[in-house]
């Protein structure tokens, strides 16, 4: 349902724009035979309308151009027509390529209205027929049109929302311009003041809502389309104000070829909207328009710098040596601004550059700029913050991002900005060592950087390096501060465990036995005399516990310590351990090879070598299936302890239970190896198998404590 209804809201949409554009066409053209009419006949030669295209002239003045009222007329026809052409082709394509989009589809209606409404031809062609209230009320659609079009361009939504309400009471006033007519309510009535000051509030807030839409969407092809429109607005709204200035001088009225110069000239300025609008809207290969704006601004400012600066020299010398129309002082004038065209235009493109490029001609004052900023205060995250902030600013960047390589793994440290182009990466390299990435974002689509851009971006790469080294280090203090506070709370909590679990063996077992002993002791005391039998079963049964406790005993200080550690060392206990699995019945072969001298091990490092040894031997017997195998030991450049523990076995299961025989467990290991600053590896082997291998450091002949 939701699908029919959006569908028949947009074949009504569909259905007025083609009957609106094919009744303003028809208009149009039935207007241009009356209008030709017109305009030989009443406007060449004598005062007809304020709206006449040109203002009268004589048959001799157009006798000098080979023009008689018929020509002159019908170039002023041609022009216009021209102009309305050129907007209902650009409506045509828009229509045709964008029939199921509501913005094309506003586009075209404002693009048809505009077009025709803009010249005189309908207006003057209508005048005092049936149909003169249609050209006011086509103009009225257009501009509601056009002003809807450029609040909602480009994705639909008004941005910012307040802009409904502004542009409501706008409309709302149209329509009572164009439903009472020839009333204090018709625009026409209104001074020229307020009516002035009706469009200008609707083409501030229009002008508004795309620099505020501009900054905020995240797309790069809707920023394009945004400057697209912006600029060929921009360019037909100023070009007409000045070029229409050209049309009260006093000076053209001599000349009657000149309006048709300036009619040509002007309506080509206005025919820059379509332009930009049609390649706004089709987005097929949409070039970027930056240096475009960069290359108008330059040239407008320069022309008219020029024509400003010659004027005010020869009014100046003109009035200076009292002379009119001198060929020394235009000479003179001439040579002046030749001189300075160069240094102008340089200048001027310094500037522009600036402002869409950046600083990037000036690196010592962005330098000083990042120098009186990093004096300040700041902790690491904020100094590279300030560093990214510098770079996206100098070079008008869309994004900055600083990334620092920390143990073999890059990690984004800081950005500003958001990522709209290609991204581009440069390598931060201090004495020798590569610590990071700079990434930063293009400008535009397929922007290829500067000289001076990338002698800029060097330049603050070279200032980077040390900061990023101070900041990876600061990083690498604060990691290792962390993870040595984690290895105490470890040491601590399994410190803790091992006491409460010896608390609870002295406590809930060892004590009590001793009290029972205690009291067998009194008794027999008692029957020593009295009954000798009794005295000599409490005795052996004395004896019995007495074993039991000091077994107990004996496997509280095997969990402690493995007592063949102390008997036999490292080597013999492993070796003991390996004979007793050969005479159980398991079918293993198991090989050992040990280096041929042995260091002094710590403590620490012989029980976490024996305890990885054994649990990894546990493990190849219980899950492996193997037929073989091989324990190797050995010392590594005289303070490494290297254990190897390899079998041909199916290799382990990927989740293998604790062994409930005081093992240690796969876990267990690692923690156990990184505890003393080692690293451990399990891995399955291809030819089949599994290889457990740990890597402990130690001091030797010093005990780790």
């Not at 010398?317 to 065209?341: D, N, Y």
């Not at 770079?391 to 991002?401: H, I, N, Q, T, Y």
Request: hydrophobic residues 45%.
């Amino acid at each position: 349902m939701v699908r029919k209804r959006k569908d028949l809201k947009l074949l009504l949409l569909q259905s007025f724009v083609f009957l609106f554009s094919v009744f303003t066409i028809v208009f149009l053209l039935n207007n241009i035979p009356h209008y030709y009419e017109i305009l030989r006949s009443e406007c060449v030669l004598d005062t007809c309308s304020s709206l006449a295209p040109a203002p009268p002239t004589t048959l001799e003045k157009l006798a000098v151009y080979h023009l008689t009222p018929d020509t002159y007329s019908l170039w002023f026809v041609i022009i216009e027509s021209t102009l309305a052409l050129l907007f209902y082709l650009a409506a045509l394509i828009i229509f045709l390529k964008n029939k199921l989009d509501g913005m094309g589809l506003l586009a075209a209606i404002a693009l048809v209205a505009y077009g025709t409404t803009f010249t005189s031809l309908v207006y003057m062609g209508s005048e005092g027929g049936v149909m003169a209230w249609a050209p006011e009320t086509i103009a009225a659609i257009g501009r509601m049109s056009l002003f809807l079009f450029l609040l909602l361009f480009p994705n639909g939504r008004l941005v910012p929302r307040w802009t409904l309400f502004v542009f409501v009471p706008f409309c709302v006033i149209q329509f009572i311009s164009l439903l009472m007519p020839s009333s204090r309510f018709e625009l026409l009535k209104w001074p020229d003041s307020a009516r002035l000051l009706y469009y200008l509030l609707m083409i501030s807030v229009t002008i508004f809502s795309q620099i505020f839409r501009y900054r905020r969407v995240s797309g790069s092809v809707e920023q394009q389309q945004t400057k697209w429109v912006v600029y060929g607005v921009a360019i037909s709204f100023i070009g007409s104000i000045i070029l229409s200035g050209f049309f009260v001088y006093p000076m053209f009225a001599e000349n009657p070829v000149s309006y048709i110069y300036l009619s040509a000239l002007l309506y080509a300025v206005v025919a820059i909207i379509p332009l930009t609008l049609g390649q706004a809207i089709l987005r097929r290969r949409l070039w970027d328009i930056d240096p475009l704006v960069n290359r108008t601004i330059l040239y407008g400012v320069l022309s008219l710098s020029i024509i400003l600066l010659y004027t005010g020299l020869v009014m100046y010398l003109s009035s200076l040596f009292k002379t009119e129309g001198s060929f020394i002082i235009s000479l003179i004038s001439t040579a002046v601004v030749a001189v300075l065209f160069s240094p102008l235009k340089e200048r001027l493109q310094r500037i522009l550059n600036r402002l869409m490029k950046g600083r990037h001609d000036d690196p010592y004052s962005v330098l000083k700029e990042l120098g009186d900023q990093l004096s300040q205060p700041l902790a690491p995250e904020e100094v590279l913050q300030v560093v990214a902030g510098t770079v996206k600013g100098a070079l008008r960047l869309p994004f900055v991002g600083i990334s620092i390589r920390m143990n073999g793994e890059e990690k984004l440290a800081a950005s500003s900005g958001d990522t709209i182009y290609d991204e581009h990466y440069f390598f931060i390299v201090h004495g020798g060592e590569e610590l990071g990435i700079l990434t930063v974002s293009s400008r535009s689509h397929e922007e290829v950087f500067t000289a001076e851009d990338l002698r800029l971006m060097d330049v603050m790469l070279r200032q980077t390096g040390p900061i990023l080294q101070t900041v990876k280090m600061t990083w690498g203090m604060q990691t290792l501060a962390s993870d040595l506070q984690v290895s105490r709370e470890r040491l601590v909590l399994a410190r803790e465990e091992e006491r409460l679990q010896i608390r609870r063996n002295l406590h809930d077992d060892l004590a009590p036995k001793l009290l029972s002993l205690s009291f067998n002791v009194a008794a027999a005391e008692q029957y020593v005399k009295k009954n000798p039998d009794k005295t000599l079963e409490l005795l052996g049964d004395l004896r019995n516990v007495i074993r039991t406790t000091v077994s107990e005993i004996r496997t509280m200080v095997h969990d402690l310590r493995p007592p063949t550690l102390d008997e036999f060392g490292l080597i013999g206990s492993i070796q003991a351990r390996i004979d007793e699995m050969k005479k159980s019945s398991v079918p293993l072969m198991v090989s050992f090879s040990v280096p041929d001298h042995m260091p002094l091990l710590p403590a620490a490092v012989e029980v976490a070598a024996y305890r990885i040894i054994t649990e990894a031997l546990v493990n190849v017997v219980k899950h492996a299936k193997a037929a073989k195998c091989t324990v190797l030991i050995r010392v590594i450049s005289e303070k490494d302890l290297e254990i190897e523990v390899i079998d041909d076995g199916i290799g382990l299961p990927s989740h293998i239970k604790p062994s409930g025989s005081g093992g240690i467990g796969l876990k267990s290991i690692r923690e156990r190896t990184s505890e003393l600053g080692g690293h451990c590896s399990i891995e399955k082997i291809d030819t089949g198998g599994t290889r457990v291998k740990a890597l402990l450091p130690f001091l030797q002949g010093e005990e780790i404590t």
